[in-house]
């Protein structure tokens, strides 16, 4: 069971949440709910539950490492939407509920008896989220999957080496933003809801999540009409802000102004280049970015990683390793951050929703919830 957050100091006490959702986008987003304080409800199938509860590799005791990921501190339940009476109570559940969260393909709730209309004909109050693939008009029909909506909306082209593939990023990227997006569109809605006393409708689809984290990308494409390329781990934009070989590996380094690139070159023992002409500004080494990499490369070379490493954060020039998810975790516990949580001996730790409060509290994890008998 989920902890009651109706006499407790998290920021979403009180607020109930039925979640009609699956896979990724949509857990997210209601565990994110949880997370602050909602009592969340999910809606499994019986016997089958979460398509993300057979995604394994990796195994969990209990499940997979993939459901563990989206679905900590929620309460389940098993209905058939295919029986009317499980229909019949699943409206019960949305309608005792302040927001709705679905992602089935558009049309399917409405047929079911569960759409926006009919529910927020009885409960006018009801914030009813749907996320989508392709937006719920032309598009309603198409199916939506994170790397489809990588493919098609463009982020595979500016990702990867300049002359390798397109490439998918290493994570369901679109369905995270998504998640995000709709918690937002959630809590807007919420606090509407405070002046008028209407819950409405939040819609938010993978694709238009996916174009509006394209941020400079998007920017640059409509200003100039040419359409970005792939350049590895360079910026378009700004350099040196990249990846860069010293003796014994690579180094990440981003200067993001001019002061800055000075710092990195005395670091270097060329304090010459923040006023050679080649080198000076921002927009002059982007025009001569190989020859920048190859004067930096040629000093860098000279030490290994962690020599240059020490040099560079007493200049006070953002670097640092490439590192690896493990690595990661490790540089967040060193630095006071706490970044996972405890579910319980039987299950892995979860990483820790990322938002802290002056005043509020998290709700304290609880494990993701076994699938229940019908």
């Known amino acids: 069971m989920a902890t009651d957050a109706s006499t407790t100091d998290f920021p979403l006490a009180g ?10 986008a949509g857990p997210l987003a209601t565990m994110t709910l949880a997370d602050l304080g909602a009592d969340v409800v999910k809606v499994e199938r019986p016997g089958i539950g979460d398509d993300t509860r057979h995604w394994g590799p990796p195994w969990t005791k209990h499940s997979s490492s993939y459901f563990e990921c989206a679905n ?17 109570r699943a409206r019960e559940l949305a309608l ?22 009919d529910l927020s004909a009885a409960h006018p109050g009801l914030v009813y989220c749907s996320i989508t ?48 997006d709709a918690v937002i569109g959630i809590l ?21 999540s996916l174009l509006g984290s394209l941020a400079n990308q998007a920017s640059a494409y409509l200003a100039t009409g040419i359409n970005p390329g792939r350049m590895g781990n360079q910026h378009p934009s700004i350099t040196p802000y990249e990846t860069l070989r010293c003796r014994d590996g690579h180094i990440a380094v981003a200067c993001g102004n001019d002061a800055q690139f000075a710092r990195l070159a005395t670091a270097l023992g060329h304090s010459s280049w923040s006023t050679d002409p080649r080198f000076a500004t921002n927009e002059q080494r982007v025009a001569h970015r190989m020859e920048l990499i190859e004067a930096l490369e040629g000093a860098l070379t000279q030490q290994d990683a962690d020599v240059w490493l020490k040099r560079l954060r007493v200049a006070g ?58």
């Open 317 to 374: 020039v953002a670097a640092g390793r490439v590192g690896d998810i493990g690595s990661a975790i490790a540089l967040a516990e060193d630095l006071g951050l706490e970044p996972t949580v405890d579910l319980g001996p039987e299950h892995p730790r979860g990483i820790r929703h990322p938002v802290t409060f002056s005043r509020s509290s998290l709700r304290p994890a609880t494990p993701p919830p076994e699938l229940p008998e019908r």
């Open 188 to 208: 807007a809605a919420l606090h509407e809801r405070d002046r008028s006393g209407r819950g409405q409708r939040v819609e938010v689809a993978l694709l238009t």
């Open 15 to 24: 607020i109930k949440v039925a979640d009609f959702s699956r896979v990724l």
């Open 96 to 117: 005792d509920a302040d927001v709705v969260v679905e992602n089935f393909k558009a049309g399917t709730m409405d047929r079911l008896g569960l759409g926006h209309d």
């Open 133 to 180: 693939g392709f937006g719920s008009a032309a598009g309603a029909d198409l199916p939506g999957y994170d790397f489809l909506v990588q493919a098609v909306g463009g982020l595979m082209s500016i990702t990867g080496d300049a002359d390798g593939e397109p490439t998918k990023v290493g994570v369901a990227l679109v369905d995270v933003l998504t998640g995000k």
């Open 72 to 88: 900590r501190s929620k309460r389940s339940i098993a209905l058939d939407l295919k029986d009317p009476d499980d229909v019949a």
